[in-house]
């Protein structure tokens, strides 16, 4: 089975600095994924990791201990455009029951205030 | 321009009245989605493609049909829509996977909110 856990709000203030976690427990892993979504938006690609360790994009960066099933995004120098949902995915093994399957947590709702 | 287009945007409709929503993506992606995302639930997967005429069940098949005639097109069909299938649906395309796992994020189209009374 697949669980993903996300906590589901978080507030923060301009300029502050806020970390989302997730954990997952999955038949597999083939990597992770974080996605930023506005209400009534799509989902945008923020991140992918598959291997250990953080990864710096701008104000945002994203890490993974696969030993842990936990991920975290952290954003930095918070703006008000900020203000989004922001989705963790597991990606599954490849295996012919899995073939382009990719699960979701439910989404972490992220208001910052001025 | 790459992207993946959904028809149509917004949609109101009776209970039994059957209808399709098209997803079409002119990237050359094997792999196509529905997923349908509801409040407190998150985005759950319906259908997918793994390529033309290759289909398989999601999490949540019950009441949708899709078809895979063409690589660029994925349409969902409601042969019957209920009350409970009102939400806002995306469908996405993704690369193949052996293009690598960095290729692996989903493009996803705008959306198609959809309210059956």
């Known amino acids: 089975g697949q669980n993903i856990d996300q906590p589901t709000e978080m507030t923060a203030t301009e300029g502050a600095i806020v970390q989302i976690n997730c954990t997952y427990q999955?038949?597999?892993?083939?990597?992770l994924f974080w996605y930023q979504q506005h209400a009534g938006e799509a989902p945008t690609f923020l991140s992918y990791?598959?291997?250990?360790g953080l990864e710096e994009k701008g104000r945002f960066s994203s890490f993974l201990s696969r030993s842990k099933g936990y991920s975290y995004l952290l954003l930095k120098e918070l703006q008000m455009k900020d203000s989004a949902s922001y989705l963790c995915a597991v990606l599954p093994p490849d295996r012919g029951s899995t073939l382009g399957r990719l699960y979701f947590g439910r989404g972490t709702q992220l208001t910052v205030w001025p | 321009e790459a992207q993946v287009t959904q028809n149509p945007r917004y949609l109101i409709t009776v209970t039994g009245k059957k209808l399709t929503v098209t997803c079409s993506q002119n990237m050359n992606h094997e792999y196509m989605s529905w997923y349908r995302q509801d409040p407190g639930l998150g985005l759950r997967q319906i259908y997918y493609?793994?390529?033309?005429?290759?289909?398989d069940k999601g999490d949540v098949p019950e009441g949708y049909k899709v078809s895979r005639k063409e690589k660029r097109n994925f349409p969902l069909i409601l042969e019957s829509p209920s009350p409970n299938q009102t939400s806002l649906y995306f469908c996405?395309?993704?690369?193949?996977?052996?293009?690598?796992?960095?290729?692996?994020?989903?493009?996803f189209g705008p959306g198609t909110r959809l309210t059956v009374l």
């Open positions: 996405a395309s993704t690369p193949s996977r052996l293009a690598g796992p960095r290729t692996n994020t989903q493009y």
């Open positions: 999955t038949s597999g892993f083939n990597g």
């Open positions: 493609s793994m390529n033309v005429e290759v289909t």
């Open positions: 990791n598959v291997l250990d």
